[in-house]
C-alpha cells in the first residue's frame, strides 16, 4: 500500500471504508495552505490503528470528508519510556517536547521544581505540537503531554517498577561507560539553575534512581533532553 506524503493525526478509529470526517483546522491546512482538493490521497493515524491511506471525497469551509482505502503502515509503539523535564522558555520548551516525539518517548511530563522559571504552560498548545511532530516523522503513535505538576509529587506516586534516569549535572566530570536500565523507565531532566540540594537529596534517597553524566559539559537542559533520550535509544529502546 503506497504510503502518502501528507499526514494527519485524528481521533476517530480507522479501518478499510470507514468514513473520516476532518476537522475545520484540517480542512483549511489541506485547501488554503496545501491547495488540495477531493482526490487528494492522505494518511491518516490515531495512534491505534496504524497509518491508512485515505482519499479526500469532500472539502470546504467547515470540515472535509475522507475515505479510507487500506491499511499503509500498522501501528508501531514506542519504548516505555517518558521524558520528565522543568519548562524553561517558551521555544525552548516547544523544542523539548517536539523533539522528545520524534525521539520516540511514549510520554512527556512537565514538572514543577524549586528552580523552575516556568510556573505554568499551555499544555493544548505543546500537545499541538507533538502532533505536528508525529506528523512530520512518519510516526504512528503521538504521546501524551501531561499536565504541569511538582516534581515532589511525581516522586511521591512514583510507579513501582519504573526505573529514573537522572540526568545529573554534577557527575559532568565522570566521562564513563554507563549501562541503562531497560524500558519501562523514565529520564529526568533539570531546570536552567539545577536541582535543589533539597531536591538531589530526595533523589539520592529513593530507591530505582540512576543517577547519568551526559558528558565532560554541562549542557542547556534542551540539549539534555535530546542526549539522554539518544543515549537510552541507542542502548535500550528501538533503534536497535
Known amino acids: 500500500m503506497t504510503r502518502a506524503k501528507i499526514r494527519l493525526f485524528v481521533e476517530q478509529p480507522l479501518g478499510q471504508g470507514q468514513g473520516i470526517a476532518l476537522s475545520q483546522a484540517h480542512a483549511h491546512y489541506l485547501a488554503n495552505v496545501l491547495r488540495k482538493g477531493a482526490g487528494t490521497q492522505i494518511a491518516l493515524f490515531n495512534s491505534r490503528d496504524g497509518e ?15 475515505l479510507c482505502l487500506g491499511q499503509a503502515a500498522p501501528q508501531r509503539m514506542p519504548p516505555d519510556l517518558w521524558l520528565i523535564f522543568a519548562p ?8 523539548i517536547v517536539e523533539k522528545a516525539a520524534e525521539l520516540g518517548a511514549a ?6 521544581t524549586q528552580f523552575t522559571n516556568s510556573e505554568r504552560i499551555r499544555q493544548d498548545r505543546l500537545q499541538a505540537h507533538v502532533i505536528e511532530a508525529a506528523e512530520q516523522c512518519g510516526g504512528t503513535y503521538v504521546p501524551e503531554v501531561a499536565e504541569l505538576k511538582p516534581l515532589a509529587r511525581v516522586l511521591q506516586d512514583w510507579p513501582d517498577g519504573r526505573a529514573l534516569i537522572w540526568a545529573d549535572e554534577s557527575l559532568a566530570e565522570e566521562v564513563k561507560p554507563q549501562a541503562l536500565p531497560p524500558a519501562p523507565a523514565a529520564i529526568l531532566i533539570g531546570p536552567e539553575g539545577g536541582f535543589s540540594p ?8 529513593m530507591s530505582g534512581v540512576h543517577s547519568i553524566s551526559l558528558g565532560p559539559r554541562i549542557l542547556r537542559a534542551d540539549t ?4 539522554a533520550l539518544t543515549l537510552w535509544q541507542a542502548q535500550q529502546g528501538d533503534w536497535l
Open 198 to 205: 533539597a531536591e538531589r537529596a530526595r533523589l539520592r534517597a
Open 224 to 227: 539534555a533532553a535530546i542526549a
Open 88 to 95: 524553561i522558555k517558551k521555544a525552548r520548551t516547544d523544542f
Open 107 to 112: 510520554r512527556i511530563l512537565p514538572v514543577q
Open 52 to 66: 491508512w491511506l485515505a482519499e479526500i471525497t469532500e472539502i470546504g469551509r467547515r470540515g472535509a470528508l475522507a
